[in-house]
């Protein structure tokens, strides 16, 4: 869209959101009409042929103020083109959250944290989300956060095995924004992807450490793609490999027919599908939770989660089952170390 007129609005916390936005302005360029304001400096949607928001996460949300900014601005919204990006903790989109207090398991992390806003306002069709990350530090977090974090990073490795501590909460992927923003060129400007971002990487860099006993660390950790974990109280595979989301799934329903169990589809997004394989056990039904999801900053790739809980021995055929589906997977040179 020639000589378009868009708006990016933010809600920041901590400053993490502002400095993308303005990351992304410079990535869709500065010849472009593109204002940045923060959210309680908007009156009208009015003038502006798209809009961008972003936010800070709370309790696998965007913020309570952009969901007021939805609420007064729905209808002028639900007509123009928009995008949607979040700063979070962690930006795993295999994630299943299974801890207290939610009531069941369901997807968490990145973009899964717009699930229920685009639940709540089904006229929003958002061209393109993302769900970058973010950066915590630590010594200037308000108690409630603090406190927040502290319970979290002693509960987590149950539910984000590979995931610890500080690399939670360092989890910023630079290219997510770089996918983001020409998504934005492409599909709402007509214009070309960038192919230098890299020249822009001064709106994240930084020499300021997450904590003054840890200058040496960077602020992107190394992303774990690989693992297996087998606890006393859950099994838990992650891998990678070379396909499409679509052929993943009919792979994953080979293996569920073959495995004789009972496969329904919980949740579906266009970047991932949360499945529940039940498995009849001698004693009690095993669950398996399996999450394949295309990532922004992993093009060809499906990142793959098996989730399995219950005590050890209880679960070694479900185990068993996991092996083989990622045999199946893993077939054919599609693993990607």
């Known amino acids: 869209m020639k000589n378009a007129k868009g708006l990016l609005v933010y809600d920041t916390c901590y400053g993490s959101t502002a400095e993308s936005a303005y990351w992304i302005k410079a990535l869709i360029g500065h010849e472009h009409y593109l204002e940045v304001k923060g959210l309680h400096q908007i009156l009208t949607l009015e003038p502006y042929d798209y809009v961008i928001i972003g936010s800070y996460t709370r309790w696998e949300k965007p913020s309570k103020d952009v969901y007021n900014f939805i609420e007064q601005h729905y209808a002028e919204l639900s007509k123009k083109q928009t995008a949607f990006y979040v700063h979070c903790g962690d930006c795993d989109e295999t994630t299943v959250m299974t801890m207290p207090p939610w009531k069941k398991p369901h997807l968490s992390s990145g973009r899964n944290y717009f699930i229920h806003m685009l639940t709540k306002f089904p006229d929003l069709k958002p061209v393109t989300l993302g769900g970058f990350g973010g950066r915590q530090v630590t010594p200037r977090l308000n108690r409630g956060d603090a406190l927040l974090i502290w319970l979290l990073e002693r509960t987590m490795p149950q539910d984000k095995c590979g995931w610890y501590g500080r690399d939670v909460w360092e989890s910023m992927i630079p290219k997510r924004v770089e996918a983001f923003a020409n998504d934005i060129r492409a599909h709402m400007l007509d214009l070309p992807p960038v192919h230098d971002p890299e020249k822009c990487h001064v709106f994240w860099s930084t020499e300021q450490p997450a904590l003054l006993s840890e200058r040496g660390k960077g602020k992107t950790p190394e992303r774990i793609f690989t693992v297996c974990k087998n606890t006393p109280r859950m099994f838990y595979s992650r891998s990678r490999f070379r396909s499409s989301l679509d052929e993943t799934v009919a792979l994953i329903n080979q293996w569920a027919r073959e495995a004789g169990l009972e496969l329904i589809e919980e949740q579906k997004t266009s970047y991932n599908v949360h499945f529940q394989a039940t498995k009849q056990g001698s004693k009690e039904n095993l669950i ?49 170390d």
């Open 288 to 336: 398996i939770h399996i999450v394949p999801a295309t990532f922004p900053e992993d093009p060809g790739n499906v990142h793959i989660a098996f989730r399995c809980n219950g005590k050890a021995g209880i679960r070694k055929s479900a185990e068993d089952d996991i092996v083989r589906a990622e045999a199946l997977l893993w077939a054919d040179g599609r693993k990607v």
